[in-house]
């Protein structure tokens, strides 16, 4: 057996079969219920098994049509793993949680402009508190600090 179709037939089968020993079991002396119930516990797994079974052949046949064309084509392997190392990354990165989603939508980061450096250092003490209130990476408050900035401090931000 190799194809969807034949495991899915397969699995009918199993399904019917052990829908007409369920139906007959109270009818059946103890003894052979137990012998019964030890086939459909067998089919039961075999059932369950099939799914992954049919993803397994799937996949299979996906990396070989994909090996198949790359044999065929013009295109180098190498270009094939950078595009798939690209979308592992892609698929990697860590999903926020709807709370912190929320939260970037309602807070609103303060500007800064100029002041004296009591000034300044309030409101970059504020402004790591609300990064870290938002779980901001490392890259995003660096992102965010320079659309936080205006004026005077961004020159000299720019300058850095």
């Known amino acids: 057996m190799s194809g969807r179709n034949e495991h ?3 699995r009918k089968q199993l399904l019917v079969g052990i829908r007409t020993i369920n139906n007959t ?13 030890a086939v459909i516990f067998s089919q039961q797994q075999e059932v369950l098994a099939i799914p992954q079974r049919i993803l397994e052949l799937e996949a ?10 790359l044999q065929h084509t013009s ?24 709370t912190t989603c929320k939260r970037r ?14 000034i300044a250092q309030h409101w970059l003490e504020k402004y790591s508190h ?4 938002l779980q901001f990476t490392p890259d995003d408050q660096l992102m965010e ?16």
């Open 130 to 133: 609300i990064c870290e209130y």
């Open 145 to 160: 600090l320079s659309i936080a900035l205006e004026g005077p401090a961004i020159k000299w931000f720019s300058t850095l």
């Open 60 to 69: 299979s046949i996906a990396q070989n049509h994909l090996q198949h064309q």
């Open 8 to 10: 899915m037939q397969r």
């Open 25 to 37: 079991l109270p009818f059946i002396p103890p003894i052979q219920r137990a012998q019964l119930e």
């Open 105 to 118: 939508r309602r807070t609103k980061i303060p500007m800064f402009s100029n002041g004296d450096a009591s």
């Open 75 to 98: 295109i180098r392997p190498t270009i094939n793993i950078t595009k798939t190392t690209e979308r592992q990354e892609i698929n990697n990165t860590p999903q926020l949680l709807p």
